[in-house]
């Protein structure tokens, strides 16, 4: 199995980046993807998560309307547009995945996740 995020860099403030993150190894149309996040000193963030059996989508109120994120199930590739950046969207952004639902992937409280993937790292300079 493995999840493998990209597309991290370096942005101005108010610049978009897309980060993907490619799945293998599991059957991609039965689980939830989501995208988490953490910020140096702080604990991870669940901010995003799509249901790739329905297309559902979730986000965190922090990036509500200025992310989106999306699938292409034919190539086991999820997506997180980031837009309208912030400095502090900075962080290493990690995407996950279980069979369980998108909001349960999300909810903080939840330790059980199936797969994580190694993070990729966006900065936001202001």
């Known amino acids: 199995v493995q999840l493998q995020a990209f597309g991290g860099g370096l942005v101005q403030a108010g610049g978009s980046l897309r980060l993907s993150c490619a799945a293998s190894?599991?059957?991609?149309?039965?689980?939830?993807i989501g995208w988490f996040r953490q910020a140096p000193g702080k604990e991870h963030e669940g901010i995003s998560c799509?249901?790739?059996?329905?297309?559902?989508?979730y986000y965190a109120d922090s990036v509500k309307g200025r992310f989106t994120i999306s699938s292409d199930n034919a190539k086991n590739t999820v997506y997180l547009q980031m837009n309208s950046l912030k400095p502090e969207d900075t962080a290493v952004y990690y995407c996950?995945?279980?069979?369980?639902?998108?909001?349960?992937?999300?909810?903080?409280?939840?330790?059980?996740?199936?797969?994580w993937g190694k993070g990729t790292l966006v900065t936001v300079s202001s």
């Open positions: 996950v995945a279980d069979i369980v639902f998108c909001t349960v992937v999300l909810d903080t409280r939840y330790h059980g996740m199936e797969y």
């Open positions: 190894g599991f059957t991609f149309d039965d689980y939830a």
């Open positions: 799509i249901s790739s059996n329905n297309g559902s989508t």
